[in-house]
């Protein structure tokens, strides 16, 4: 069974710094994707940070969106089977639900622009606020 599940939101306030994670179960592919996507209030859901894993070359390659580029970085720990998203110089306006989704077919840059995912983690809040 193909399984996400994030962990890690909560409220910080502006300057601060969080770190998501997103563990994964059953992702046996050659190739796959994780991706961090946020939706907030009124908004659509868009991608924020993406991450492949593959057994070949285009293993690791990365893509953040404009808003987020210096401030978040992805990352992964293959033993744990999870892909983190640290989050500094946070700002209200990265206030939102983040979710972890993964694709099977995608490149990071279109997963990320798309905000597609075949599968989806159920979210964790991150509320930036004084």
């Known amino acids: 069974q193909l399984q996400l599940v994030e962990s890690g939101g909560g409220l910080v306030q502006p300057g601060g710094s969080l770190r998501l994670s997103c563990k994964t179960s059953?992702?046996?592919?050659?190739?796959?994707?994780i991706g961090w996507f946020r939706q907030a209030p009124g908004k659509e859901r868009e991608g924020v940070s993406c991450?492949?894993?593959?057994?070949?070359?285009?293993?690791?390659?990365?893509y953040y969106a404009d808003s987020v580029k210096g401030r978040f970085t992805i990352s992964r720990d293959s033993a744990k089977n999870t892909v983190y998203l640290q989050m500094n110089s946070l700002k209200p306006e990265d206030t939102a639900v983040y979710y972890c989704?993964?694709?099977?077919?995608?490149?990071?840059?279109?997963?990320?622009?798309?905000?597609?995912?075949?599968?989806w983690g159920q979210g964790t809040q991150v509320t930036v606020s004084s």
């Open positions: 989704g993964a694709n099977l077919g995608l490149d990071v840059r279109a997963m990320c622009y798309m905000a597609h995912s075949d599968y």
């Open positions: 059953g992702f046996t592919f050659d190739y796959y994707a």
């Open positions: 991450i492949s894993i593959s057994s070949s070359s285009d293993d690791g390659n990365t």
